[in-house]
């Protein structure tokens, strides 16, 4: 179930389902508020964005009524999440799927946020969307990939490509947004060759670990997979988690991979992410294609989860073919 397109005049509704707005800068918010207002776009926030406890969220009952109230609401056409954190998989027995499968509406977060955006695709056949925050919106330099990506994935059914973006960053620019670095990137890192085509499951790896055994996974039968880390993972728990994901029942079909590029911190080298591939006989003659703009890093694509798509990996050369 494809959500309407969004369209210049529309209304966006930011939602806090993880961790409160209330930690995002001032000048950023006003910043993002003025980047969607100049794509056409009408920003309104949830009653409860700014609402925080000690762990820097609301209540299940404050989020849940944000997130009911921007589906229920007819003027909002459009959900972004305001950033990530560690608590969305809290919610996820208390939302009412048939009032979203009954007002399907782009929703967008990447990170913690996976959790619900799996789920909700899982339980009403919506596609979500794995991208920018509102927050990433707030970014000072460096954005134009991150928003042409955003709106081809939601305001036209034309396909798209993921290509490399010409540069990248690591940089905590939520902390100082003129003292940046971009790293020259001319191509993907392909681990193993091939094509494929399937339908778009994934996001944050050890988000989505957090739903194996529940209602909420999504089936991983016969698509590709795009999975990202964090700073908090190693190459330790990267090995382990995407194993443990291999050994769910209808992983035998996966017919191909994405990972996104790793933050530095991680210490993730490509070296490293080569070695764990070549030890999943699970993965043998299947493309996966690495270093792909979606993650922690910026600048970030728009990747619709249940959404098809169709990739190449041959020598240096990538297609990543995004089919709404």
Same mark, same amino acid.
């Given at each position: 179930m494809l959500p309407n397109r969004l369209s210049p005049g529309d209304e966006i509704r930011v939602i806090a389902p993880s961790t409160s707005m209330a930690v995002i800068k001032g000048k950023q918010v006003e910043l993002a508020t003025e980047r969607l207002n100049q794509l056409g776009f009408a920003v309104t926030f949830g009653k409860h964005v700014d609402d925080h406890d000690e762990f820097f969220t609301t209540s299940i009952e404050q989020r849940i009524e944000d997130l009911h109230d921007a589906f229920r609401d007819p003027n909002v056409k459009g959900i972004l999440t305001a950033l990530g954190g560690y608590h969305a998989n809290q919610l996820l027995n208390?939302? $009412?799927?048939d009032l979203i499968q009954s007002n399907p509406k782009v929703i967008c977060g990447y990170s913690d946020i996976t959790a619900l955006c799996a789920a909700i695709y899982q339980k009403t056949g919506l596609i979500t969307y794995s991208g920018p925050f509102f927050s990433t919106f707030g970014v000072k330099y460096g954005l134009d990939y991150t928003l042409q990506s955003f709106l081809e994935a939601v305001t036209n059914d034309a396909p798209y490509e993921v290509n490399p973006s010409p540069v990248w960053? $690591?940089?905590?620019w939520y902390l100082d947004q003129e003292e940046r670095t971009f790293i020259e990137q001319e191509n993907y890192l392909v681990i193993q060759e091939g094509e494929a085509e399937g339908k778009l499951i994934g996001g944050n790896l050890s988000t989505l670990h957090l739903l194996q055994g529940t209602e909420y996974m999504p089936s991983l039968k016969?698509? *590709? !997979?795009? *999975? #990202? #880390? $964090?700073?908090?993972? +190693?190459? +330790?728990?990267? $090995?382990?988690? !995407? =194993?443990? !994901?291999? =050994? !769910?029942p209808e992983a035998a079909s996966i017919r191909g991979i994405l990972i996104g590029r790793f933050q530095k911190d991680s210490n993730v080298t490509e070296a490293a992410i080569k070695r764990v591939i070549a030890t999943k006989g699970e993965l043998k003659n299947i493309p996966v294609i690495a270093n792909v703009n979606f993650g922690h890093v910026q600048p970030i694509a728009t990747i619709p989860? %249940?959404?098809n798509a169709a990739i190449l990996g041959? %020598?240096?050369?990538?297609? *990543?073919?995004?089919?709404?």
């Open positions: 208390y939302i $009412d799927y960053s $690591d940089d905590k016969d698509c *590709i !997979l795009f *999975i #990202e #880390e $964090d700073h908090e993972a +190693h190459i +330790h728990s990267f $090995d382990r988690v !995407l =194993q443990s !994901l291999l =050994q !769910l989860i %249940g959404a041959s %020598g240096t050369t990538t297609t *990543i073919t995004i089919n709404p």
